[in-house]
């Protein structure tokens, strides 16, 4: 490795820093120290608190790297441009020496007088000074630490603020009187190696050094707008693999079930609750991503409409922490195409605009909403300014018998609609006492709503898109489905048992997915004469998933339908049959394909487990589906009854006759 070539700026402390930077490296470098003026060092006029350009103590450096004068750069990362010139990247970060910011001067914080002299050269140490006590006097200072101390020697200010790991790293502790009560600057204390883009040995060296290596990651991720179907497959992963979900109240808690091993944080947010303040929740994201956890930020519809997602992501880039973004289906489009209104329709609407009703900041409540030109207007907060939304629509000149739809937790089952005109919507809303979160549409292509109800029915099983043909179906999982972990002597069992039989037969799609795994971690390749006979054709379709091909498969969903095709097409005296199954019994098939001269080994390869309790609606319900005899058994653990208007409908003759056990009747439905 040839001589180091690394930059600081003239400081003492700067050097200073090289020094610390070259020493947590924990072995000697051969290096050469090159020092560079940068135009915060050149202009001592310009205050910091005018926000000088992003790289004022760097450019000299940039440049200096880019022309290969060095090789790495040594910063404070509060100094680091947020976005570094092209060609350059940040090698490490090192971990905080204190983050703090220290009071130095001869009376103490508490015991200063009003109007005493506070010197500040940062704009947010101004703003925290002023929240704590607007009667001190702040002057802005610039300058190294040193001359900056001199100001308190010859008694220009009463004292300064600077951060403590400054006087640290100069060996000046002692002149820290008080660490003053409020965060420092992001990233405090914490030093930057800068180098080229493309030194990737120069980077393998200092990697050891940088703590963004045991750092999590925070993914923001969207859940849809109500209905929990509506979550992308994306999300459904991201959540899977999630050590901490930060979920708000625009979220079904159901989605919750998806993140089973995460710890779940409530984060709020609905109008006037005063859950977690943006900030705070911000810090935890923060701190939680910085223990090394990923972490699921879970937001109502699309995480960047709307939702401070940007803020989210500023904040945490300021810590150098990975987002990731997982787009989300926003209230703002998907609730008017659930409801079959089409935003935009040719010759009828062309443009849309999204508005946030809440334009203004907090202490300026009284300005006019702006209200942009578009064919179709969507109103995203706007249920309690319902009046002003009004008023500034007919300020702009729309016409009153303009028609509106106002969707009340759209997609949910407790969806409530209104629809009227410019003059007729604010007395119907009111009438219907509509609650938020509430969406409002403003245009022509309104009218494509059409008031049929559909019938609504809660859907028990782990498939509900099998039955959308009946009306609304809401997922209500009774059950769940928990892999059972085999043993190493056992797993090598099962593959004996696999490779012996004639036949595997695969009864349920969970069963395929839980047994699959298994036999394919124990063979690269499945044999392709093994034959699979499976019920029903969603099983046959998740088995082509993990590359089996169901030979048989039995349209009748239930073990006599498998029973009575396998009996009609092929002797089965003799035959060696594996049966992987849940860990629930369900005798049937074995006895009767014994009773054949089958020989049946059983193999229980998952759980059938409920689902935590979660209340019943208590309205909007026509119904229920019951696919299994467990799904009725759970149902009746949790409820106690099926509420007596609702149709009750069955999956197939056994779970018929577990209802019919309860005391229901119920009609058999197919998918
Ligand atoms: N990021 C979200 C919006 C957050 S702002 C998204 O993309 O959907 C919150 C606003 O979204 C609410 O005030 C309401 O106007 C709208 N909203 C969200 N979910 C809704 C629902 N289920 N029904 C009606 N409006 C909803």
Redesign the pocket.
Known sequence: MPVLKVGSRPSKLARTQVQEVLCLLGQPIDYELKIFKTRGDIDKATPLTAQPADDFFTDALDAALLKNEIDIAVHSVKDVPKILPPGLDIFALTAPLDDTDAWVGPLSWSDLPAGAKVGTSSLLRQTQVKALRDDLQIVDIRGTIEERLKLVDKKQVDGIIVASCALKRLGMADAIRDVLPWEGTPLQGQLAVVGRTKDFEIKEIFKKIDVRRTYGRVTLV?AG??DPELITLKAVNALGKADCVFYDY?VDAHLLSYAPRAEHVYAGKR?GEHSLAQEELSRMLKNKAMEGREVVRL?????????R?ADEIEYLTSYHIEVDIVP?L???T??PSYLGVPLTARGRSSSVAFI?AHQEDEKNESLPLLIPTADSLV?????TKLAAIVAALKAKGLSDATPVLI??????LD?QIVHGDLNTIEFLCHEADLK?????IVGKTTQFYRRHRQKTYLHCGTHPQLYHHLGRVIAWPMIDIKPIELKADDRQKLARDFDAADLVVLTSPAGVRHFMPVILKLKSLLPANKIFAVIGRQTARELEIFGGHAHIISYEETAQGLFDTLSAIMPLRGKKILLPRSALPNPFLRKNLEHQGALVTEWAVYDNIKPPRRNLPDAGVDGVIFTSPSTVKNFLQDYHRVPAPWTILAKGPVTQAALKEAGYDSKIIYA
């Open positions: 969207g707008p109500g625009l109008k937001k109502g519809g699309d995480p960047l409409i709307f939702g997602g989300g926003s209230s703002a998907g609730i946030s109103f995203l907060m706007g249920l969707v009340s937790r759209g997609t949910r969806e938020p979160p509430a969406l409002i």
